[in-house]
């Protein structure tokens, strides 16, 4: 469960690592500041509840009760199932497989105790809303305040004090705290298969490198921008001359997009040369050991790999013959031999013998890779 006060999700994003344990600020109201940490102490109840849920699984698993299934709900044993077991532990001679059945036993008192514990917590916070698909964390907050009878201009000036989630899970729970004019928000796992932290850890992964630095000279060309467009209402006798300059800026700002595009582009692609197997090692981009896998040679430089492919848009590479001055084609060794066939590519060579199509599998471990196709016939 995480608590959400600061103004962005970006500071919330840099904040993930403590949020699990941070305690209110200082001028949050102190109502707000104990729903909030009995929250965290009913979200963390919750997920050793979880985590002792899935670890009685294992143990039933083990001691081979399969008969046994503890409620759904509450992941507790039946008063039915706990007095078969404890028959089993008193009849059964093998001392091993009696420790593993009392040890279910102690971990359904284990998971009893933490749903006593998180029934107790719960009673005292409000009632969570259950996030769907395609529910915003803002639209729910929103829609929570204007129930509580706030006037929209000052429902969006309570929602803008708090950081705000930009994507649920499905089966987040998210918690409402309103008191003496203070909102504030907290969004638990729930039912849902990962937590906000893992979720937000996912968004964030899915950002590549140089888009950070793409936003750092967006927001200082923006910067400039604002400070020409000050500098024109101060001085209207040289407003000529700064809207070219702003002209001048918009057209930097659109080459540097361009520049990350291409960026973003060899990022996301393999970059790779086709070559026969003896010319390449003539060249020297690769070795060809006598007991090992071909490897890369003296003059593997980032030169030689004047082919690409966007990885974005496309998997396969097609190897003609004809276009390497081959009458046909008999293999195709890979470069550097890390990668396994049929586990991160496929290799299909025509019945004709004529074209090689690699299909990339694992394209992930590509990305922005160097790679030689070479060509024996």
Request: overall charge positive; glycine content about 4%; proline content about 3%.
């Amino acid at each position: 469960m995480i608590p959400f006060r600061r103004p962005t999700l970006a500071l919330a994003l840099m904040a993930a690592s403590f949020l699990m344990v941070s305690t209110a600020c200082k001028r949050e109201d102190p109502q707000i500041r104990e729903l909030t940490q009995k929250a965290a102490e009913a979200d963390k109840a919750s997920q050793q509840l979880n985590q002792a849920g899935t670890e009685q699984q294992k143990k039933l698993a083990q001691a081979g009760v399969n008969d046994v299934k503890p409620n759904a709900e509450t992941l507790q044993l039946t008063d039915e199932q706990k007095k078969a077991l404890e028959e089993r532990i008193k009849n059964e001679k093998n001392s091993s497989y009696q420790a593993l059945l009392q040890e279910v036993l102690d971990k359904d008192k284990e998971i009893k105790e933490l749903n006593t514990k998180l029934a107790k917590l719960k009673a005292d916070l409000p009632k969570p809303d259950l996030a769907k698909p395609n529910d915003s964390h803002y639209g729910m907050a929103m829609r929570f305040l204007k129930k509580k009878g706030v006037p929209e201009a000052e429902a969006k000036k309570l929602v803008s004090r708090v950081a705000i989630m930009e994507k649920l899970a499905p089966g987040f729970e998210v918690y409402h705290f309103y008191a003496n004019g203070t909102y504030g928000t907290w969004v638990a796992q729930g039912k849902a298969k990962i937590t906000p932290n893992d979720l937000m850890r996912q968004e964030r992964e899915k950002v590549e490198g140089e888009r950070d630095e793409a936003v750092a000279q967006n927001e200082k060309l923006q910067e400039e921008v604002v400070d020409l467009e000050g500098q024109k209402k101060k001085i209207e006798e040289e407003i000529a001359g700064l809207r070219s300059e702003r002209t001048n800026l918009i057209e930097e700002r659109a080459k540097l997009q361009s520049d990350n595009a291409a960026q973003v582009s060899k990022l996301n692609s393999l970059h790779y040369v086709v070559g026969t197997r003896d010319k390449l090692k003539a060249e020297g981009i690769i070795e060809i050991p006598v007991f090992a896998k071909d490897r890369a040679g003296k003059n593997w430089r980032d030169e030689v790999f004047t082919q690409s492919l966007d990885l974005r848009s496309a998997k396969t590479i097609a190897i003609k013959a004809a276009e390497l001055g081959l009458k046909k084609i008999g293999k195709v060794n890979v470069v550097p031999g890390s990668y396994l066939k049929d586990e991160h590519y496929k290799l299909t060579i025509s019945e004709d013998k004529q074209t090689a199509t690699i299909e990339l599998i694992t394209v992930s471990r590509f990305k922005n890779d160097k790679v030689v196709f070479a060509v024996t016939d």
